[in-house]
């Protein structure tokens, strides 16, 4: 994604003044990091020309390189090894691998190194065998082709060689097998017999086994470096696996430590500290008091809660004053929390005195009656 992300910008790393100051060790890995930008520089504008990324194709008999028709696969080929150069000019040598910076950017390279000369090798393999049948410019960049694959498979082992020096397993590692010699000088005959100069002529039978011999070489090289990508995907299945089980196992402990309920004993608000449950009744705010304790008055915090009330309608200046802003039910006479507060209804009003007496003296049979509303009582339904 990071790629495809930087194929599609304008512009690309621009390390090539790159240099850390920090440290001693900031030169050497300057250097390094330089030629890694470069690289991914490559790689972005390769997967830009060709809209895919060599390092993930298909491969085998019927992978992309393989199924690519000759006028594309020309044009295809030397992306590759341009890449392929890119990651070869990291040029690093064993005494080089001397912190995590360096050692970072060659096993990425490494593992980029396998796949991208595998797809390599698998272009070679069908430029091969189409290149007795392409015509005269089409041979001449073949032949040149494969030249320069030559070239780079004698680097792609110097490189291969460093990865072994620094402690990567010999499986790891594929083995390259390059075609007969004897392959080079049919193609370069062939090619001279389309220019038309005088050279010696090679049976049908004879260039067929060479291309035969050679494509099997290079097949061979590609099964190599198969099973080593396939070994490195399994391996990193693996390791994701093991890690997959470790924060598994590490998240049940949690589990298992973490308490079940989400209240602890001192928080909570049914305990006493030695865990005991309460046995104190809850106050209920609403209950009728006592006859033995008819002055007591309950807490009325909730109450006192309430916004200051300021009678907009009737000022009542010869009021009784109240036990609070709204007046307490258990401490006010009923006429004074009547007349405290007045009514804003405009459709029910007073009708006389004798009707309010009236009520008033009703009180103790409403209360015995019902006993939780008496807080209501003496205000208008």
């Not at 992309?64 to 150069?85: C, G």
């Not at 099997?216 to 391996?235: C, F, H, I, N």
């Not at 990193?236 to 589990?255: F, I, W, Y």
Request: hydrophobic content about 40%; charged content about 25%.
């Amino acid at each position: 994604r990071f790629i495809q992300y930087l194929a599609s910008r304008n512009t690309l790393f621009n390390l090539s003044n790159f240099l850390d100051k920090s440290g001693l060790q900031g030169y050497d890995m300057s250097t390094f990091i330089r030629r890694y930008s470069r690289y991914l520089n490559e790689k972005a504008v390769s997967y830009r020309q060709v809209a895919f990324d060599f390092t993930k194709v298909k491969r085998g008999a019927d992978g992309v390189m393989r199924t690519m028709s000759t006028e594309k696969l020309l044009k295809t080929v030397p992306i590759i090894q341009n890449q392929m150069d890119a990651l070869l000019d990291f040029n690093v040598n064993s005494n080089e691998l001397t912190n995590g910076v360096i050692n970072a950017a060659f096993m990425l390279l490494f593992k980029d190194a396998i796949r991208l000369f595998a797809a390599y090798n698998e272009g070679i393999i069908n430029l091969l065998e189409k290149y007795f049948d392409m015509k005269k410019n089409q041979c001449k960049e073949g032949l040149d082709i494969y030249k320069k694959f030559l070239t780079r498979m004698t680097r792609i082992s110097e490189f291969l060689k460093v990865a072994e020096q620094v402690g990567i397993d010999r499986g790891d590692i594929p083995d390259l097998s390059q075609a007969p010699s004897s392959l080079l000088d049919a193609l370069e005959q062939h090619l001279a017999s389309l220019e038309g100069k005088k050279i010696k002529d090679s049976t049908a039978a004879s260039r067929a086994t060479t291309l035969s011999n050679a494509v099997s070489s290079l097949a061979s090289t590609g099964l190599s470096l198969t099973k080593v990508d396939e070994r490195e995907k399994q391996a990193a299945l693996e390791e994701e696996q093991a890690r997959l089980k470790a924060l598994k196992e590490q998240r049940l402990k949690e589990l298992a430590k973490k308490p079940h309920t989400s209240l602890t004993t001192a928080a909570s608000p049914v305990s006493t500290a030695a865990g005991s449950i309460m046995t104190t009744p809850a106050i209920d705010i609403f209950s009728t008091p006592s006859s033995s304790n008819s002055t007591s008055k309950l807490p009325n915090d909730l109450l006192d809660l309430q916004p200051t009330f300021h009678p907009s309608v009737h000022p009542i200046s010869a009021a009784p004053q109240v036990g609070s802003t709204w007046g307490d039910p258990f401490s006010a006479t009923v006429d004074s929390v009547d007349d405290a507060i007045p009514n804003l209804n405009p459709f029910l009003t007073k009708t006389n005195d004798a009707a309010h007496l009236s009520v008033s003296s009703d009180v103790s049979a409403f209360t015995s009656r019902t006993p939780t509303h008496e807080m209501f009582v003496g205000k208008v339904p």
